[in-house]
Nanobody, 123 residues
Framework: QVQLVESGGGLVQPGGSLRLSCAAS????????MGWYRQAPGKQRELVAS???????NYADSVKGRFTISADNAKNTVYLQMNSLKPEDTAVYYC?????????????????WGQGTQVTVSS
């Protein structure tokens, strides 16, 4: 079974920076794509940034130029560097990985979600 463990969230002042990490563990053989999503209170979950392994990246317009998604494939870890943070970036941030995984011997392509990490931008 695959698990995603996120870290790096917290409270930061406007204009500050945070770096989120998401480490995948368990039976994951290939990662096809990785992404970060966020959900603010009363709002739908939205895509923040995504990356196709060995390929392109994609960002929400609201974070372009401020956030950067990256990955360490050897560690099965994806990062989100967040700079120039704004109060409207406040949300729970979720990591997502699409990959070839095994669950009790059942090998298939799956989407796996992390538990979420709170990011609060406030003075």
């Amino acid at each position: 079974q695959v698990q995603l463990v996120e870290s790096g969230g917290g409270l930061v002042q406007p204009g500050g920076s945070l770096r989120l990490s998401c480490a995948a563990s368990g039976s994951i053989f290939t990662i096809y794509a990785m992404g970060w999503y966020r959900q603010a209170p009363g709002k739908q979950r939205e895509l923040v940034a995504s990356m196709i392994t060995g390929g392109s990246t994609n960002y929400a317009d609201s974070v372009k130029g401020r956030f950067t998604i990256s990955a360490d494939n050897a560690k099965n870890t994806v990062y989100l560097q967040m700079n120039s943070l704004k109060p409207e970036d406040t949300a729970v941030y979720y990591c997502n990985i699409e990959g070839l995984t095994s669950t009790f011997g059942d090998v298939r392509r799956r989407n796996v979600w992390g538990q979420g990490t709170q990011v609060t931008v406030s003075s």
